[in-house]
């Protein structure tokens, strides 16, 4: 009977292995995981400014920052991701 403390160097070789593979898979879903939450925010954030809107318009009968156009529009660009873009489009 040996008395053997400690890994061998190819066991240890399997574990990193291991991880490097576990790691692999989940990288990928965190960085998706990470788009939606960014996205999820945004529409967040849309539903927000209709409800301040609608709720300034029952108020005052015209929307906030609006000049009375005949066709009333609101756009929001979010600036932490310049390649989405949001338009709210009301007509009265």
Not at 56 to 69: I, K
Not at 71 to 90: E, G, I, M
Request: net charge positive; proline share 4%.
């Amino acid at each position: 009977m040996s008395n053997r403390k400690g890994f061998t160097l190819i066991e240890l070789l399997i574990v990193v292995v291991i991880i490097g593979i576990l790691a692999a898979i989940a990288i990928p879903k965190f960085a998706n995981t990470k788009e939606k939450a960014v996205v999820a925010s945004m529409k967040s954030d849309l539903r927000n400014l209709v409800t301040a809107q609608e709720a300034f318009f029952s108020d005052n009968q015209d929307y906030a920052g609006v000049s009375a156009p005949p066709r009333r529009t609101a756009s929001v660009v979010q600036a932490l991701a310049p390649s989405r873009r949001a338009r709210a489009t009301h007509s009265s």
